[in-house]
């Protein structure tokens, strides 16, 4: 079973600051994907970023960067310039790879979350 | 094009109601999943349909919760004889045929009294 730990219950930043929140996974899995989602106060959940295990480029968009560390389990995302409407939580979750089979394709796995709240 | 649709979006019962929680996939989409958010916490995976078919369940309480997604019509999770632990938000996501990308509903909130 995949486990996926988000030890920061809380982080505050700055507008325009930057701020990295912290994802680290347990998995014996060798082909993964890895997914930041944003929870702003209206609950939906909406996708930040996805990165695939294999590939060692570390995805990005726009503002929003992750640092993959494969061999450390560690899967942080980084926000740059931040801004009021970044204010959410974020979650981390985990995807075994479809390709590897198995009932538990599509299964994500959350972490517990972390509060970001930008200051003005 | 309609992303996923939940409803009701706010549902409220009494303990020992019955609960219907509704989730209308994006079009051309057939996977379904259902994830449970408790107060404080992250979302917990639920169960995994496909039209007409339960593929992985393995994260649904044995006793008094189901989910369908029949041929024609949403994805139904029901919720029987329901408890104050089952007040929570219930989210659907639904998947896209290139795999690993999810579109989520906006949850629907199930408050019982």
New interface residues.
Partial sequence: AQTVTQSQPEMSVQEAETVTLSCTYDTSENNYYLFWYKQPPSRQMILVIRQEAYKQQNATENRFSVNFQKAAKSFSLKISDSQLGDTAMYFCAFMKHPNAGGTSYGKLTFGQGTILTVHP | NAGVMQNPRHLVRRRGQEARLRCSPMKGHS?V?W?RQLPE?????MV?LQKENI??E??MPKERFSAEFPKEGPSILRIQQVVRGDSA?Y?C?S?GLA????F?G??T?LTVL
Avoid: N, T, V
Avoid at chain 2, 41 to 45: Q, R, T
Avoid at chain 2, 99 to 102: E, L, R, S, T
């Fill in positions: 996977h999943y994830y916490e992250g979302l917990k995976f995994y593929i992985d393995s994260g938000a989210f996501a998947e795999g690993a990308h999810f989520f906006p949850g909130r």
